[in-house]
């Protein structure tokens, strides 16, 4: 079974300043895909950014990348230059490929801006 | 094009009572799933549904729960006899096509359900 390991229940930034975000995960599949989700306040999941385990370039989009480390099983997020609107609960997300789309959460972490 | 569509929001049953959640898909998705998030956790899988077929129900507690997804209408999960322990918020997401493809999740804002 795969699981998803989110290790910081809270995190706090100072706007305009960068923070990561941890994942890790453990599965035996080698085709997979990861994702990291935003649920603000208003409690919608947003997808921020997505990765395909069999690209080996990490993927961004405009402030938020990954640090994707597929043998160590790792699959940070990087936000840069932080705003405040970015204070939400983040998910970090496993797919397998060739499957059922189960789609296997971690428990969230809490990251917080301060202004 | 109208996001994935949950309602009610809010929802509050007695102890014993059934429990209704709708959910209608983005236009043109064809795949539904259902995620009950507890206070402070993550999203937990329940079922994976197509249209009139149960696909994956590996994750939806064996009695007092279950899920359709008729040919015409929305997707509903429908909890029997209602425990304090369902108290959570269920989420409802949506997807074009399901196995070999690669398409993230469009999730609705959830129901907040609280048993009393």
Redesign the interface.
Known sequence: AQT?T?SQ?EMSVQEAETVTLSCTYDTSESNY?L?W?KQPP??????VI?Q?AYKQQNATENRFSVNFQKAAKSFSLKISDSQLGDTAMY?CAF?K????????????TRLTVKP | NAGVMQNPRHLVRRRGQEARLRCSPMKGHSHVYWYRQLPEEGLKFMVYLQKENIIDESGMPKERFSAEFPKEGPSILRIQQVVRGDSAAYFCASSPAGQGAVTEAFFGQGTRLTVV
């Open positions: 998803v989110q229940p895909y994702f989700y208003s409690r919608q999941m947003i997808l997505r395909e998910f797919m490929l060739y499957n059922n789309n189960d789609m296997r959460f971690g428990a969230g």
